[in-house]
Nanobody, 116 residues
Framework: QVTLVESGGGLVQPGGSLRLSCVGY????????MEWYRQAPGKQRDEVAR????????YADDSVKGRFTISRDNGKNTVYLQMDSLNTEDTHFYYCKAAWRSFSYWGQGTQVPVRP
């Protein structure tokens, strides 16, 4: 069974930083594209960034460009999201998504509240 487990969320003050991690279990090879999404209460889930299996990043959300960095470690089957210069509009649940053998898998989410 393939599962993704996020960690690293938590309360942070505006201007602060967090690094989210998402570890994948149950695959025999590395995941293909790995992604981060975020969702505010009552809103749709939107893509933040993705990274290919050979490490090329793409930032889908213009508001995070220059502040967030997506990276991965295939040896650990892990994708990271380094978030700097956080502001209150970054307050969301953050989810990772990963593709493997024609299927996509989601993690359970981790909450990131940004407030003074």
């Amino acid at each position: 069974q393939v599962t993704l487990v996020e960690s690293g969320g938590g309360l942070v003050q505006p201007g602060g930083s967090l690094r989210l991690s998402c570890v994948g279990y149950g695959t025999t090879t590395s995941f293909h594209t790995m992604e981060w999404y975020r969702q505010a209460p009552g809103k749709q889930r939107d893509e933040v960034a993705r990274i290919t299996d050979d490490g090329f990043p793409y930032y889908a959300d213009d508001s995070v460009k220059g502040r967030f960095t997506i990276s991965r470690d295939n040896g650990k089957n892990t994708v990271y999201l380094q978030m700097d210069s956080l502001n209150t509009e970054d307050t969301h649940f953050y989810y990772c998504k990963a593709a493997w053998r024609s299927f996509s898998y989601w993690g359970q989410g981790t909450q990131v509240p940004v407030r003074p």
